[in-house]
């Protein structure tokens, strides 16, 4: 494993999170869990609709990445999928951020306040240490 100290990836959610989408995202998500010390924020903002199968793809990220002494944030969670969240009591599990921003800046703070560059790509943003 490589370790990746400082670094926070963010994942957008699809809108459609049917059981085929969700093997997918989870497949791309993976690739994030091969470091030490994962932080990803989970971009939910694009999701209208949640139901306790993608409860459950949420708490496989979190596992994954708790394996390996990470975190996985949640952010700009619509009012329905918030809901359940909330009846699940998945929501006691995640930090929940209104933004993706904000919750890239809670794991700067967590890492001690060092510097962030945010460095956009076409299916996620990476957020790495400014290396000034």
Request: glycine share 4%; proline share 2%.
């Amino acid at each position: 494993m490589t370790s990746r100290a400082g670094i926070a990836v963010v994942k957008h959610l699809p809108e459609t999170l049917s059981l085929k989408h969700q093997r997918l995202f989870f497949a791309e998500v993976e690739s994030c869990f091969t470091v030490d010390h994962p932080c990803i924020v989970l971009d939910c903002s694009k999701v209208r609709k949640m139901d306790r199968s993608a409860v459950h793809l949420l708490l496989c990220c979190l596992e994954e990445a708790m394996k390996r002494n990470g975190d996985v944030k949640l952010a700009a969670i619509q009012a329905e999928p918030r809901a359940l969240l909330e009846v699940t009591g998945a929501d006691r599990l995640f930090e929940v951020f209104d933004t993706s921003a904000e919750a890239v800046t809670s794991f700067r703070q967590f890492n001690g306040g060092a510097d962030l560059n945010l460095n956009v790509s076409r299916s996620s943003h990476q957020v790495s240490e400014n290396a000034a």
